[in-house]
Every structure is written in structure tokens, then in C-alpha cells.
């Protein structure tokens, strides 16, 4: 029995439910020996308009179960992008989308009209966990209008799909979620990295250069799958669940808890083969569940 | 690069505290080059692969020298022959060695020792006289085991050998390779502008997807000391902005 694993994402068909989280598959030419065979899709380092240095080192630290980090969106800028990248990504057979990256909600819709249309770019996971430079640094995704602002900013300029990542740095994840989905997204991503801070004892100070940085790893886990599925619950759209997956019953608890696909990122850095072996014991689960398809997973809560 | 199922072969004491581990990985023992490193994982090992230097080479099996600075290198040095590694290699860019030069000098400080087997062996392969120069700060903490034409011992204390540093005692030579302490690089820097040097790093995925072993550099920005890395021309890291000490005692 070969087991129908596709997901509809809006419009999109993906043959896979597994995409490579951005920032951690790099533009994706990186990694020989990954077998891309099993990606739904990719994201795409995040990036800006202009090229970033990113920030000093110390970069990483590893915290039980986890790591924080801190690379500041080092990255080439979006000429350098569509130049070096989006030609291979044009030949592949699975959609890159593109994590994208501003200091204003202009800037988001610029950056988006740039990439509308380059072959290669099969749409756009916007992160809106960037400050909001014009109304003093705060978070767009910790506030319900700036999220929504930028989600239609970058709207306006493209037809292609249009993913919002949201933070997990939230009260109530619902509200930002509905408030994105009425300003035009086609799906959410669900979750970024958690803000975390570790101290070096014998330096007395942040391990990180930065002093904080962004908590990922399997120690998010569970925090990542109540908040997809409190997202999820929240919105008509797709939901795409992140978070600390490991494992295929990770992913399998993300697609449970009523999200339509999932993106595995730090288990990458562990395991250059981790997302195909995702996949393949998806399928596993699904077979030895005696379920063809994907979308005969039973989901919680059932469905009408 | 090849991910290896290892089996651990062979384990040595060479200085105080300070192990020779080898571990049957046939493709990468065929094909590193010396400065490269291999990333390892393990069964219930902490979530990061730990990166180590390749320190020997030869027929189906590697070997890496390490001693117990965190978590990670502790559980290291609990295992058994038999035990299994994920290995991960080669990585990164080794010291790239071309005929010509007719004297290396191989400078290393402590756990530094790691790159230079192999790179003494590739140095005399292509005809250069190597001197090895080998520091740590007494005689106990030394790596016992040596290659070269001539060796030269430095000792903090003046336990044995030269008293004071590798790079202090060091004779100048058509080649200059140097692996050890930030700190110490920092001075070889200054002295052999030219030299080669392997440098330390946290490090994440070891591939070039996390940019987290970012290395600042003299002209401007960072890159991968998993990738362009880790062996770099002197001059051109810049050595303010590098962290000169790791510290590992809290990682888990």
C-alpha cells in the first residue's frame, strides 16, 4: 500500500507534508547528502532588502533539549537572492518559499513585489517577529494591526501564496492569528522561537553576544503544539506547525492537533537526513494505522 | 561528506587527562585532509553534534583526541569499544597543503595537537622538513606522541622543554601552521601573518545551514568556520572580535 501523503496548503498541492524551516536549510544548496526527495518544501534563510552582516559571536548556545540563537538575518540581501539562488530553485520539484524580512511594513510589500514573479519563488512565509523600526522597535508580531499591516502590505504586491509566521511571544496567539487572516493570508506558520537567555557563569554575562536568543529544539515542544493547535482553532486557513520536531510522532502530534503540514528546523543541524526520516515514518504510522491518506488522519478535535 | 555509523576501535591516553579515541568510518578515513573535522552525535548524547579535528587517519578507521570540558566530551569518555558514533565528515577546510614550501613548522598548544598528525604526515608527503612544536602548560599535559624531523617541547612552568610558549618557541619556517587557544592564535598572528591556522568555535550544524560559528574577519563580516573554515590565513581573522576562550562547563 503506498499511503497518499499530498497536503493542500490553500491553492497549493504539496506532495509532502514536511517542509525544511527557514534559517535552517539555508538556501538549500548547502547540504549534499540531504535527500530531497521527501521535502514538501523549503524556506528559505530569511532575508532582507539589503545585504546583513548578522550578529557577533558567540552566535548559539546549547540549553537542555534545545538551543538559543542569535545569527541577526545574516544574509546576502534579495539581489544576491534572486541572482544566486532562485535560478536552481527554479529547477527543483518542490516549492521554495521565500522568509521574508523588514523594518517596516513598506519595506515588507517592496521586498515582496522584488520576488513576484522570479522563477524560483513559489510564494512568501513573511516573519513578522522583526522590530517595527518606525514605531520605536516594537514587535510586529506581538501586535494585532502592525501584523495585519504588514500581512496586506505584502499582499497587495503579489498573487502568490502568502505564509505569516507567528511568535510565540504572544498573550493570546488567536488574536494575531485571526488578524492576519483577515488581512489576506493564505496560511499561518506556527511557531517561531521562543526569546530565551542563558548566563555564562565564569564570565558573569549572556552567553550570547546578543544577550538573548531565539529558544529552539526539541525543549519547545510541547509549548509549540498547544499554540499551533490554539491557532488552528482560531483561523479557517491552513495551519503549519513548527516547533521541536524530532521525530515522525512529533510531526504526527502537530497534524493531530490540526495543523495541515509541518516544518522540522533544528533537527536538521542534528541530522542532515531528518526530514526524510519524518516522511517516511509518517507513512509508516499511517499504514500500520490502515490509512491511505494523509487526510484520513483523525484530528483533535474531530472534524464535522 | 559521509554519515558514518562508527564503531569505537581503539582508545589511548596520551597526556593528563587526554584521550586518543579511533572509530571504524572507512569513507572519511579515505578521504580527510588534514585540518578538516568530523561532526559526532550520539545515542543519548546532548542534542548538538560535537566537533572535533581529525587526529589520525589510517586504513578503515579515524581517530580524534579530546579530553572532558562539558557534558558532551564527558559521556565521550564513558563509552566502551563497540559503542556506536554518528559521524559526520569530513567538514570544513583543511589546511590545504601544496608542494613548494621546504620547512613546515607545526605549532600547536594543548588539545591544539589535534590537526597536526595528519598535517605532519601530508607536509613530509610532499617533501617539506616538519618541526613539530608542541605546548601545554606542564609536562603532564603534553600530547606524548610526536611526528616530524625534529620536535620541540614548550612548557608554561618549564617542566620540560623550553619554558614558556609554542609560539615562543618556535624557529621561523617556509611554512607556519598553528592549532590552540584563540588567544594563542592571536599571537601567531602577530608573528607569521601568513601562517595557517585551525580555530575554535561554538559550532551548531557543522554543514553551513546555522551560521552560528561565525568567524569575524579582518576586511569585514563573518563567515562559517564550518565551511570556509576552519583553517584560515592568520592576518585574516579579525582577532578582537573572535571569543579568545570557550567555555563549556554548562552546556548539557
Known sequence: MTCDLSVAIGALTLRGPVLAASGTFGYGTEVSLLERRALGGMVSKGIFLRPREGTPPPRIAETPSGMLNAIGLQGPGVEALIRDYAPKWAEWDFPVFVNINAESAAEYGELAARLDGVPGVAGFEINISCPNVEQGGLYFGNDPRAAAAVTESVRKRTRLPVWVKLTPMVSDIGVIARAVEAAGADALCAINTFVGMSIDLNAYKPRLSFRTGGLSGPAIRPLAVHLAHQAARAVRIPVIGIGGITRSEDALEFLVAGCAAVQVGTATFVNPCAIAEVHDGIATFLEAKGLSSLADLPRYPPRD | ?252
Open chain 2, 1 to 252: 561528506m559521509f554519515l558514518v555509523d562508527a564503531a569505537i576501535t581503539g582508545r589511548r591516553q596520551v597526556a593528563r587527562d587526554t584521550f586518543v579515541i579511533a572509530m571504524h568510518a572507512p569513507e572519511i578515513a579515505a578521504t580527510v585532509r588534514a585540518g578538516q573535522f568530523v561532526n559526532l552525535g550520539w545515542a543519548s548524547g546532548p542534542l548538538l553534534r560535537r566537533p572535533f579535528s581529525v587526529y589520525g587517519a589510517e586504513g578503515e578507521h579515524i581517530e580524534i583526541v579530546l579530553k572532558a570540558v562539558g557534558v558532551g566530551t564527558a559521556q565521550l569518555l564513558l563509552m566502551t569499544l563497540g559503542d556506536r558514533l554518528s559521524c559526520l565528515g569530513p567538514l570544513g577546510h583543511g589546511f590545504g597543503l601544496l608542494a613548494g614550501p621546504q620547512s613546515a613548522v607545526l605549532v600547536s598548544g594543548g588539545l591544539g595537537v589535534a590537526p597536526m598528525p595528519l598535517a605532519a604526515r601530508e607536509a613530509a608527503s610532499l617533501g617539506m622538513r616538519v618541526i613539530w612544536v608542541h605546548g601545554a602548560r606542564s609536562s603532564d599535559e603534553l600530547c606524548s606522541e610526536s611526528e616530524g624531523n625534529q620536535v620541540i617541547w614548550a612548557t608554561d612552568d618549564g617542566s620540560r622543554g623550553f619554558a614558556g610558549t609554542a609560539v615562543a618557541a618556535a624557529p621561523d619556517a617556509d611554512l607556519v601552521l598553528a592549532c590552540g587557544p584563540n588567544r594563542m592564535l592571536a599571537a601567531v598572528a602577530v608573528r607569521w601573518p601568513d601562517a595557517l591556522v585551525a580555530i575554535e568555535t561554538y559550532m551548531g550544524c557543522g554543514t553551513g545551514v546555522c551560521l552560528g560559528c561565525a568567524v569575524p574577519l579582518e576586511r569585514g563580516g563573518y563567515d562559517r568556520a564550518c565551511k570556509e573554515g576552519p583553517v584560515y590565513r592568520a592576518a585574516d581573522i579579525d582577532w578582537a572580535s573572535l571569543p579568545p576562550h570557550l567555555s563549556y562547563a554548562v552546556t548539557a
